[in-house]
């Protein structure tokens, strides 16, 4: 059974840090990409970093470029999501997102609400 499993979100001060959890079972997560996403009500789900299967391609969007880090530990099937300097445009539900040719597997999502 595949799951994605994210973790590590909650309400944060502007300037504030929080680092997202995604754990993988059920699947070869070393042999996929990963990808997290973000939404917010009455908008479509925005991609924001992605990360090859083994780490040597790295993309963000222009809006958490600097700010965010992506990484992942194929050991722990465990992929990261770093946030520093979150500011309040920051505030949704973020996804995670596993991708290979058609398979495509999307975990339930953790609020992040940068509030102050």
């Known amino acids: 059974q595949v799951q994605l499993v994210e973790s590590g979100g909650g309400l944060v001060q502007p300037g504030g840090s929080l680092n997202l959890s995604c754990a993988a079972s059920?699947?070869?997560?070393?042999?996929?990409?990963m990808y997290w996403y973000r939404q917010t009500p009455g908008k479509e789900r925005e991609l924001v970093a992605s990360?090859?299967?083994?780490?040597?391609?790295?993309n963000y969007a222009g809006s958490v470029k600097g700010r965010f880090t992506i990484s992942r530990d194929n050991a722990k099937k465990t992929v990261y999501l770093q946030m520093n300097s979150l500011k309040p445009e920051d505030t949704a539900v973020y996804y995670c997102?596993?991708?290979?040719?058609?398979?495509?597997?999307w975990g339930q999502g953790t609020q992040v609400t940068v509030s102050s």
């Open positions: 997102n596993a991708k290979r040719y058609i398979y495509n597997y």
């Open positions: 059920g699947f070869t997560f070393s042999s996929y990409s």
């Open positions: 990360i090859s299967s083994v780490g040597d391609n790295i």
